[in-house]
Structure formats: C-alpha cells, structure tokens
C-alpha cells in the first residue's frame, strides 16, 4: 500500500490519501507502531480539517493509546470536532473514547461516550461496531458499580460478526 501510495499519480489525490491510510493500517496490525505513528502524523499535518484528516487523528490516537497513553489518545480524540459530517466516524470517535477515558479510570465520562456512540449508529442496519458498543457501555456499567448487565453483554456477543475489525 506504501508503494501503491508513491506510484499514484499526483492527479489523484483521493486515491493516494487512501493509499496512505490503508499503509498506516497495515503497519498498525502488523505491530509497527512506529512506522503507523510517522504515516500518520505526516498526513495530520498536510491535510485540510474535515473527515479525511479526523479519521487520520482518529488512527494516530489508536496508535497512540497502545504507544503511549489512553490520557494522550483521548486527548487526540476529544478535539477531534471535524468529524461532524460523518456520522459513522463520530460513531467510531466515540467509541474509541468510551475505551480510552475507561483505561483512563473515568467510568462516568466512558459511559457517556459510549450511549453517544449507540445514539448515532444502529442495530438494525447491521453495523458490526455496534456490538463492541454494546459491550463497552455494559463494560462502564459494571465499573460503575451497577453490577454486570448480562443481558446486554450476551446480547453483544450474539451480535458480534467474526469479520468485524474489533480494536479491543
């Protein structure tokens, strides 16, 4: 995807912008952290604000909260107000913040975040992240102190799809 990236012509700025995304990922799972960190603190800092450059601080907080901290990664993620446009990544920012602040030791504000990301996707269009959404607002239950929401989780669990790109 890297290479893929550098032989796109210039002419196709779309194209290589994705091409880049998808080479931050691939080092991402592959376990270069570092390498994932650099692709995309690179593209942060040339990109206009809107939903191409907040997946991308999206991504960089990922990278970042198993590099460095959940408090750097919410960081990122709380100023990340350009993904208005785009429901589906407001979905993936907010969930994204219910496990960050959760790591963090705020269960309230983890709770929060993740009804917020349940509000703005649905269970009935299929989305495959609306599982682990489930299960991090049962998850934020339970250490609230609300005792373990069984209900919620089995159904989490009966939802989940063996394809889904689960980060935890």
């Not at 376990?31 to 907040?54: H, K, S, T």
């Not at 996707?121 to 495959?128: C, F, H, K, Y």
Request: hydrophobic share 45%.
């Amino acid at each position: 995807a890297e290479r893929a990236h550098e032989l796109t012509p210039a002419g196709d700025p779309h194209e290589r912008e994705r091409r880049w995304i998808q080479a931050g990922e691939y080092y991402f799972v592959a376990g270069n952290l570092d390498r994932a960190r650099q692709i995309f603190e690179e593209m942060a800092a040339v990109l206009d604000a809107g939903p191409v450059r907040a997946s991308v601080l999206r991504r960089l907080a990922k990278v970042r909260y198993r590099n460095d901290s959940c408090s750097v990664a919410a960081q990122l993620l709380t100023g990340l107000a350009e993904a208005d446009q785009n429901v589906r990544l407001r979905a993936q920012v907010e969930r994204d913040l219910a496990w960050a602040v959760m790591l963090c030791g705020d269960m309230g504000a983890a709770a929060v975040h993740a009804r917020s990301a349940l509000e703005l996707i649905s269970e009935g269009q299929g989305d495959p992240m609306y599982a682990e959404v489930l299960a991090a607002n049962a998850m934020a239950e339970f250490l609230q102190g609300h005792g373990l929401p069984a209900d919620t989780m089995r159904r989490a669990i009966d939802l989940e799809s063996a394809d889904a790109d689960t980060p935890i």
